[in-house]
C-alpha cells in the first residue's frame, strides 16, 4: 500500500469519526453558540471555560446544476463559478479545529471592537484541518500541495476533475498573541486565511459570505498567507474605531515562494463605535514573477512545483510587483436590511521582454490590469429566514485575473438571488440562483467548457456548524 492509499484511508477514517460525533452536538447546550459545541459535545459543557479552549468545525454539502451540462455530477462543469464547481451533490468542506482564544480588543484580520482595552498578555493558537472538494482552490502552495493525498490531483488536474479528487488542507495553523501597548495590539504567526478581500474561503465561522457561490473578486484574490500580522488599535473614541494592520508573508498562498522575495500586508478597518457599520481597506504588494534559475525542468511536476504554479503564470528573472486593493463597505441598513459595496483593483508588471514568459500567452509578457465591483443587498424576514440579491462586474481584460478557473479575457458579470435560512442556530441552507455571462470577450467563451458565453446556476448547500 502506497502513501497516497495510506493518506486516503486516514482521511476516512477521521472523517467517519467526526460523522459519528455528530450526533452528541446536538446534545449540547441549548444556550451555548454554535462554535464549539463538538468540543463540548465529547468533553461537557464545561469545555474551554477555564482555558479558553474551542474544539469545533463544520460540514458543507452542496448541490449544483446548470443550464448546459449533464447534472449527473461532471467535475468543474460550473467553471469559473468558484466554490460550486461541479454538478451534482459535493462535499465542499468537512473541517476540525482546536482553538485557544485569546483576551483582546483588536481582532487581528477582522475588526477592532468597542472592547476595554485588557491589560495584561496573552497567547492562543489556533490549528485546522478540513477536506472536500473545496481543499482544491484553499490548499496553500508548498503546504497543502505536496501532502501525499494532493499530490495525485496537483500534478494532474484534468484527472483530479473528472474524478472530482477532493483534497485535504490546514488552512490555519499559527500562533496568536495580545500585548497590552499603545491601545492594544495583536500578533498572529504562521499559515492563516488571507484578510484581503471581503469575502473568506470557509463556509462559516463565522463568515462574511452570505451566498453559498462567491465572488469573481474572491476568485481573484489571495487564499491564505505563512508569516506575521501584526493588528493595533488607532483610534478608539465616542465617534469611531479605527486599527491598522500590517504583515509580512511569502508571496500569495504560498508557504515557499520561488522568488524567495517577502509580499506585504496593509489595511485600515473604520467602525462605528455600535459596530453597524464597516469600510475596510485591504492591500497586498510583491514581487510575483517565478525565477526560472530555480526552476527544475526535468520533468513536469517538478517543473510545476518549482515555478509556483497555479500560484503564478510569469517566469522572468526580473522583479515584477503584483499589487491588489480592495476598498469594502458593509453595514445594516435600518433595521431589516444589510449592504455591501467591494471595489477591487490589482496590477501585474511585466517588462515585455523575451525573457519574461507568461505560460498561458508566452514570450514578452508586458503587464496585466484587473478590477471589479459588486454589491449585495439582504433582507431579514424574520428571526431564521433572509433574502438576498448580488451584482458583480469583473473586468479581466488581459484574461489573467482568474487563472486557473479560466484563461478567457474580457467582461464577467453575475447576478445571484437567494435566501438563507437557518431552521437551527447550528444549521444554515442557502439556496441560490445565479446568472453569469460575458462581455469584450471576442467570442472567447468560458463555460460550458469554452463552447458557452453565459450560465444559469441553481446551486444550495446545507451546512452544520459543530
Known sequence: MNRTTDASTSIKQALALILCALPLTVVAA???????????AIFGDDFGKSNGLVMGGWLEVGYAVNNHSDPGGKGLANSPVVIARDEGIQLNQVSLYLEKN?????????????????????????????????????QMF??????????????????????????????????????????????????????????????????????????YAFAAAPIDHTGALLALNLVKSQSMLLSGELGVVRGWSNFKDNNGKPAYLAAIRWRTPDMKQWVDLEVITGDAQADPAKIDNSNAASQADTANIPVTRVISP???????????????????????????????????SAQTVDIITGPGFSGATYSGVEGQLQYKIDA???????LELFRDRNGFALFPNTTVAGDFYEATLG?????????????????????????????????????????????LQY
Open 318 to 352: 526580473n522583479s515584477l510587483n503584483k499589487t491588489e486593493t480592495h476598498l469594502t463597505w458593509s453595514g445594516d441598513i435600518g433595521m431589516q436590511w444589510k449592504g455591501v459595496v467591494e471595489l477591487t483593483y490589482g496590477n501585474m508588471k511585466g517588462d515585455g
Open 102 to 138: 485569546i483576551n483582546t480588543n483588536v481582532i487581528t484580520r477582522v475588526t477592532p471592537t468597542p472592547a476595554p482595552m485588557p491589560q495584561g498578555y496573552d497567547w492562543g493558537f489556533k490549528v485546522m484541518a478540513l477536506y472536500g472538494r473545496d481543499g482544491q482552490p484553499i
Open 419 to 463: 435566501l438563507q435560512w437557518r431552521p437551527a442556530k447550528n444549521l444554515l441552507i442557502r439556496p441560490e440562483l445565479r446568472y453569469d455571462w460575458q462581455g469584450h470577450n471576442n467570442g472567447a467563451n468560458a463555460f460550458a467548457g469554452g463552447t458557452k458565453s453565459n450560465q444559469l446556476l441553481f446551486a444550495t448547500d446545507i451546512v
Open 142 to 215: 508548498g503546504w497543502d500541495s505536496n501532502t501525499a493525498a494532493n499530490r495525485p490531483g496537483n500534478q494532474d488536474p484534468a484527472n483530479a476533475a473528472l474524478f472530482r479528487q477532493e483534497f485535504i488542507t490546514y488552512p490555519e495553523f499559527h500562533l496568536n498573541f495580545y500585548m497590552p501597548w499603545w491601545q492594544g495590539m495583536s500578533l498572529m504567526l504562521g499559515n492563516f486565511m488571507s484578510p484581503i478581500g471581503h469575502e473568506i474561503g470557509f463556509a462559516v465561522e463565522p463568515t462574511p459570505n452570505i451566498f453559498y457561490t462567491r465572488t
Open 384 to 390: 431564521k429566514l433572509a433574502a438576498a440579491g448580488r
Open 30 to 40: 441549548d444556550d451555548a453558540p454554535p462554535q464549539g459545541s463538538f468540543g463540548r
